[in-house]
């Protein structure tokens, strides 16, 4: 599986992003698409992640209510829609996939984007 996240960039506070992750070599088996962070000097760590299979959503609590995770099959295009942005969400965001179900540890997914940049500003 080969993944390549776009779409980061310089956003003020309140402000809004969306994130793509083109997805090629996918296969039936690779059903689980996540999006995680890494903070300057943090570790890695879970935002959302969808099953591809039925579109089910997973957030993490600091997210949730603010980002949604979606899906274009037809395109094979993942998505991470990001509004109300805050510093905090100031990170390298990456996509990533593995099969079976939804983990938050990055150490269970075995495919990974390059990343992409979100700078929130205030």
């Known amino acids: 599986v080969q993944l390549q996240a776009s779409g980061g960039g310089l956003v003020q506070v309140g402000g809004s992003l969306r994130l793509s992750c083109a997805i090629s070599g996918r296969t039936v088996g690779d059903n689980i698409m996540g999006w995680f962070r890494q903070a300057p000097g943090k570790e890695r760590e879970f935002v959302a992640a969808?099953?591809?299979?039925?579109?089910?959503?997973y957030y993490t609590v600091s997210v949730k209510g603010r980002f949604t995770v979606s899906r274009d099959n037809s395109r094979n295009i993942l998505y991470l829609k990001m509004n109300s942005l805050k510093p905090e969400d100031t990170a390298v965001y990456y996509c990533?996939?593995?099969?079976?179900?939804?983990?938050?540890?990055?150490?269970?997914?075995?495919?990974w984007g390059q990343g992409t940049l979100v700078t929130v500003s205030s």
């Open positions: 990533a996939a593995r099969r079976g179900t939804v983990v938050v540890g990055p150490s269970d997914y075995g495919y």
């Open positions: 969808i099953n591809w299979d039925d579109a089910t959503p």
